[in-house]
């Protein structure tokens, strides 16, 4: 797919401290890319630069294939806009501000009320043009802010965690709706975000940045399913991360051995490497008497201890003992199905694919 | 005597408003944008400027008219526009005091405004004027904050018009001046009545930022 945007070997500095430094990332034209990372990992800067609203200290930019020198053109900033995660309404009402953009670009009459109402349709807030941007809800602030970041139909469109402040029932209801927004313009779009949730539910691809640099980028199920290194596992919430070392390796399955326990995977390494069993929580069945096992086809089964159990909403974490601490996620119905309390015996069984081998030396990114 | 419209007093009151009305408009024109620039950009300078704005903010105006008194004296370097004891000059001292104080209020209201909104508007594609007047219009309680601050100190501003404008009745004479001469002359009710004069005029245009403040900021 064509890049639409693309940073090369850049570096932002504040106060002479390198903040950013990132060797190469695409934008690729009309995908979602998220760019999933903690606070402070240099997501914000990443999206400010790509809005050209910083200077790189080091670097190259391209837009559409040209190299990007600062000052950047009106033309080209024009084709970009950019939401914060505040949604920064501007004095005047809803259509006002969602006729901004469209104004600094000389558009009136006809055409500018036209679009406008098509955006505040888009973001279902038509009942809200003569209303006080300032006097709106925090859901519709963010609608507003949405609405006009689009309506002059951006060719990229840079969303800084803009539905964070939200509450969780508007954020859930918000977000397939942003998504059918985006996909039916056919906008390409990059989205800053902490949540793994969120990027996974908006994300064509992902990028996990850590300390100022990209750590991967890939689809979104390479990044959760498949983490280049522990670094990115710990994030996507790939919690159990067992190391081990191989013992062999037959025809892509191999057999590990983690703390006296065998485990069993899919990988391409040979016999001796070093790496890092990643098991995500909800890949692992609790099964309480041996003699069901018979009936399991997963290749992994432990037997171990219930160290605890959490109860994180619908789903319960149980911690286990099995010679090597693990999590698993399971619903309530299935806890008290098995009546589990803590120092039960217990049988964790999961899939030899469900188990993501990651080499012990950090891995670069793919994708 | 207010209620009468004596002709001499309506006459200092005209020419009150109208200089420090006219002073004032200047100040702002010059003073928003250059207030917003000097809020906004770093350039070697700055911090110097800076400075001398927020001295200007405390200037006594009667130094003020002491400098445009000695630049507009006869033997002074603009002597030959003959413009002392005219109310031109009146209006050059007041847009000298009231400059500093609508661009410091200006600078540091630009400032206080949140730095997202600034890169929101920016981020939108805005280009540097329709920047810097988004901001204005974003920031108009810190306009009119500046513009009430403004008028506020040359309306009730005595020293530098008087030394400029020599107080010439129906020439140069206003509020504040014809005040000071009519109490030392003993004419109290007359003083009275101006000092009442200039009481409501800052009475009234304060009403009406108040009112424009706090429809906005409710």
């Not at chain 1, 979602?32 to 903690?38: E, K, M, P, V």
């Not at chain 2, 130094?63 to 526009?81: D, K």
Request: charged share 20%; net charge positive; aromatic share 6%.
């Amino acid at each position: 797919m064509k890049s639409i945007l693309r940073l090369k070997d850049v570096e932002v500095a504040l106060g002479g401290k390198t903040i950013l430094n990132i060797e190469e990332l695409d934008v690729r034209s009309a995908e979602i890319l998220t760019i999933l990372g903690s606070t402070g990992s240099g997501k914000s800067t990443t999206l400010k630069l790509m809005a050209f609203l910083i200077k790189p200290k080091k670097g190259e930019l391209f837009w559409q294939g040209k190299k990007v020198r600062f000052p950047v053109p009106l033309v080209v900033r024009r084709s970009i806009s950019m939401t914060f995660q505040d949604p920064l309404p501007f004095e005047g009402t809803v259509f006002e501000n969602v006729a901004y953009g469209l104004r600094i670009r000389g558009i009136k009459g006809k055409e500018l009320r036209v679009k406008v109402e098509e955006a505040l349709e888009l973001f279902s807030i038509s009942h809200l043009k003569n209303q006080s941007a300032k006097k709106v809800s925090g859901g519709e602030a963010q609608r507003v802010a949405l609405a006009r970041s689009l309506v002059f139909r951006p060719s990229l469109l840079l969303l800084d965690e803009p539905l964070a402040s939200l509450d969780p029932i508007t954020k859930e209801g918000m977000i397939p709706e942003l998504h059918k927004v985006l996909k039916q313009l056919g906008i390409t779009c990059v989205y800053v975000t902490h949540d793994q949730e969120e990027a996974f539910a908006l994300a064509d691809r992902i990028a996990v940045m850590e300390q100022g640099e990209i750590i991967q980028v890939g689809t979104k199920e390479d990044v959760f399913f498949k983490p280049s290194d522990v670094r990115v596992a710990r994030f996507v919430g790939a919690e159990n991360l067992i190391p081990a070392v191989i013992l062999s390796n037959e025809e892509g399955l191999v057999t590990m051995k983690a703390q006296g326990k065998t485990l069993e995977a899919v990988a391409p390494f040979p016999q001796g490497t070093g790496v890092v069993a990643c098991i995500r929580p909800e890949e692992i069945t609790l099964k309480k008497d041996g003699a069901a096992l018979d009936r399991v086809t997963a290749r992994n089964q432990l037997p171990g201890i219930v160290l605890s159990l959490e109860t994180l909403g619908p789903v319960i974490k149980v911690s286990l003992d099995c010679g090597f601490q693990i999590k698993a996620l399971i619903t309530r119905r299935s806890a008290s199905d098995l009546n589990l309390k803590p120092g039960d015996a217990i049988f964790a069984t999961f899939k030899a694919t469900a188990v993501h081998v990651i080499p012990e030396v950090k891995g670069g990114t793919n994708g | 005597m207010i209620l009468s419209l004596d002709p001499e007093l309506m006459q200092v009151l005209l020419l009150s408003l109208e200089v420090s009305g006219l002073a004032i408009c200047i100040a702002v024109v010059l003073g928003i944008p250059s207030g917003v620039f000097l809020g906004l950009r770093r350039f070697p300078g700055r911090n110097l400027l800076i400075t001398l704005v927020n001295t200007g903010m405390g200037l006594p105006p009667v130094v003020v008219g002491l400098v445009v008194f000695l630049f507009l004296a006869r033997s002074g370097p603009f002597g030959n526009l003959n413009l002392l004891y005219t109310p031109s000059a009146m209006i050059i001292a007041q847009i000298i005091i009231a400059l500093p104080i609508v661009m410091g209020v200006t600078m540091a209201g630009i400032q206080n405004l949140d730095e997202k909104l600034r890169l929101q508007i920016l981020a939108l594609g805005a280009s540097k004027l329709q920047y810097f007047w988004k901001l204005i219009e974003e920031g108009r309680l810190i306009v009119l904050s500046a513009l009430a601050a403004g008028f506020g100190s040359i309306i009730s501003e005595v020293g530098a018009v008087m030394m400029v404008g020599g107080n010439i009745k129906g020439q140069t004479r206003v509020l504040t001046t014809a005040i000071v001469l009519e109490t030392r002359q003993g004419n109290y009710s007359l003083a009275i009545a101006l000092g009442i004069i200039l009481f409501l005029i800052a009475l009234l245009l304060n009403l009406v930022f108040t009112f424009l403040q706090q429809r906005r900021s409710s």
